[in-house]
């Protein structure tokens, strides 16, 4: 503060020109620490590597050591040089990790404190390393069995694109020029490509800003649940994104059970793991219920539009035989099933709808631009 005061009392021209290099200064640490931040890979990375150093005897600070030293993770070396010194220093391994900016989430911090209390640390870590590397599989397989689709409907729009805003006023050039009367559907393609020349840059904003106000918006966690519901209750979409959000929790909540967790403390930490707000709120009355006596197995079927049947069978049964933990493994086998044969219905559904979409709107623009060309034929021909 007194530092702050005396420059504003007394600025100076070599004061006022060191400012802007300060402020440079202040940019680049902060692209600098954005830079060595871990990404969600490396920390999968790096917990599986610790699992297998520290299993075979080699001790944390060690492991965490030997880590800094591998090429594959040159550029989180500061990083990770940083947790082994907290380490070393006396400070838990999971305490630590809470430090780091946020790249450890909150419930692999919590998983990480009851294994190093329970002296299980490896097989913790190893646990943890694997549900990250599944859950990080099923996001892969999902985004490349959309990509065809997308890359389908990306081209198909630039195909259509090209013909009204390039080829269709050619035509219109060519027919106007030989008196050619147009037919009503051609006079319509003439309209629509004279619309999109004009008013390109609307289709352009809408697509850019779309994910921007979605964004925005999702930061109202009143709007931010009317979404996620819209969501969940659109056909195909819908059932694939719910399992996906339950898949999420039951991951989270079977681990933190057999991590000794209860109940309701694994239900108040997996709720965290949900990114659906529908889901999240879901979850928070579960762990209300259950909290104030109730029975999961009741509270899941009263919440069928987040449960689907099989589930909650699985729940109650779970519950009745003491074996919840078991039944929450069986759940996450089912999902995982569940989700590839959503998935692949939802491809099957949407690849063709696109192609046929894609060639009936090319069959439009083309019978536009050739219909008028037989009258000029007939008329020549005449």
């Keep these: 503060m007194r530092t702050t005061a005396k420059k504003s009392l007394a600025p100076t021209l070599l004061g006022e020109s060191l400012?802007?290099?300060a402020g440079k200064a202040a940019a680049w640490t902060l692209n600098a620490r954005h830079a060595n931040r871990l990404t969600p890979k490396d920390v999968?990375?790096?917990?599986?590597?610790?699992?297998?150093?520290t299993s075979n005897g080699v001790s944390l600070p060690k492991a965490i050591g030997a880590l800094a030293e591998e090429k594959s993770l040159e550029k989180r070396r500061d990083t990770l040089k940083q947790l082994r010194n907290r380490v070393e220093s006396g400070d838990s391994f999971s305490h630590a990790l809470g430090q780091l900016d946020g790249a450890f989430d909150r419930v692999t911090v919590s998983q990480i404190r009851v294994g190093e209390r329970a002296g299980t640390l490896p097989d913790t870590l190893l646990q943890v390393a694997e549900q990250r590397e599944k859950a990080g599989k099923i996001k892969e397989n999902v985004v490349k069995k959309l990509a065809y689709p997308i890359v389908l409907a990306t081209v198909g729009a630039a195909v259509v694109t090209f013909l009204l805003c390039y080829v269709v006023p050619v035509f219109e050039k060519t027919y106007a020029s030989a008196n050619v009367p147009l037919p009503a559907?051609?006079?319509?393609?003439?309209?629509?490509?004279?619309?999109?020349?004009?008013?390109w840059w609307i289709a352009l904003l809408t697509m850019v800003g779309t994910p921007?106000?979605?964004?925005?918006?999702?930061?109202n966690d009143a709007l931010a649940k009317r979404i996620d519901t819209f969501l969940l209750r659109l056909p195909l979409i819908g059932p694939m994104l719910r399992d996906m959000a339950l898949l999420q929790l039951m991951e989270v909540l079977g681990s933190l059970m057999e991590a000794g967790f209860t109940l309701a403390e694994s239900l108040e930490e997996a709720g965290d793991s949900v990114r659906n707000r529908?889901?999240?709120?879901g979850v928070a009355a579960l762990r209300r219920a259950v909290q104030q006596g109730e029975r999961f197995s009741r509270e899941v079927e009263r919440h069928a539009e987040l449960f689907p049947p099989m589930v909650s069978q699985l729940v109650i049964v779970g519950e009745q035989t003491g074996r919840l933990t078991k039944s929450t493994r069986e759940i996450r086998n089912l999902l995982e099933d569940e989700i590839a044969r959503?998935?692949?219905?939802?491809?099957?559904?949407?690849?063709p709808t696109l192609t046929i979409s894609m060639a009936a709107a090319v069959a439009v623009i083309l019978l536009a631009i050739y219909l008028p060309m037989f009258d000029m034929i007939n008329t020549v021909g005449a």
């Design 212 to 219: 921007v106000v979605l964004h925005r918006l999702r930061q």
């Design 278 to 281: 529908a889901m999240k709120d």
């Design 185 to 199: 559907i051609t006079q319509v393609m003439i309209a629509v490509g004279s619309v999109a020349q004009s008013y």
């Design 19 to 21: 400012r802007p290099k």
């Design 44 to 53: 999968t990375v790096i917990l599986r590597n610790l699992a297998t150093l």
């Design 342 to 351: 959503k998935t692949d219905l939802a491809i099957g559904v949407i690849e």
